[in-house]
């Protein structure tokens, strides 16, 4: 099993600039959802996001990125 982090923005721009709304303000309007999930070594990354929309309806079409985390061992602890 590995830890993936999964970030979803919608696809908000400014009125001004027409560039993407910043992280800040979508959280601001509930356009930003961020979760980390527990998933097998080999999942897919199309199947999972597929099965996210549909379980999130409400999320359709907003931009998806999927980290993995890194699980390191004694991260924290000082080196000796």
């Known amino acids: 099993m590995k830890r993936i982090r999964l970030i979803a923005r919608k696809r908000h721009l400014e009125p001004k600039t027409g560039k993407p709304y910043s992280?800040?303000?979508?959280?601001?309007?509930?356009?930003?959802?961020?979760?980390?999930?527990?998933?097998?070594?080999?999942?897919?990354?199309?199947?999972?996001?597929?099965?996210?929309?549909a379980d999130h309806p409400e999320m359709k079409g907003w931009l998806f990125e999927i980290t993995e985390e890194v699980n390191v061992k004694g991260a924290g602890k000082c080196q000796r």
């Open 23 to 53: 992280d800040a303000k979508l959280m601001t309007v509930n356009a930003y959802y961020e979760d980390v999930f527990e998933v097998p070594d080999d999942f897919n990354k199309t199947m999972f996001l597929l099965q996210f929309e």
